[in-house]
Nanobody, 125 residues
């Protein structure tokens, strides 16, 4: 059984930064994907960033490229999302997700098996 727990959500002004963190526990072996998704009211769940833990290959949504950075700490079994130059449209509940395999594309959230409960990010203009 795998459990994921997010932290770091907060309210910030546009242009500000936040760092989200997700701690993974359980029987996660090598060759798995960790990702961040977000869900805003009235919108579909959206993939934000993903990382393949075996190679550190990363995936980003076009809307966050150059502003967000995903990173993985293998020793701590955590995945962080550094978010810079936040925009009001980044406001959402952010979820950490995991799955086994090496295809860490974030276009298909339903392929991710394990999910955290989410952490809220609010961005004011």
């Amino acid at each position: 059984q795998v459990s994921l727990g997010e932290s770091g959500g907060d309210s910030v002004q546009a242009g500000g930064s936040l760092r989200l963190s997700c701690a993974a526990s359980g029987h996660l072996r090598s060759h798995y994907c960790l990702a961040w998704f977000r869900h805003a009211p009235g919108k579909e769940r959206e993939g934000v960033a993903g990382i393949y833990t075996n190679s550190e290959i990363t995936y980003y949504a076009d809307s966050v490229k150059g502003r967000f950075t995903i990173s993985h700490d293998d020793d701590k079994n955590t995945v962080d999302l550094q978010m810079d130059n936040l925009k009001p449209e980044d406001a959402a509940k952010y979820y950490c997700a995991a799955k086994y395999g090496d295809n860490c594309a974030i276009s298909g959230p339903n392929t991710y098996v394990y999910w955290g409960r989410g952490t809220q990010v609010t961005v004011s203009s």
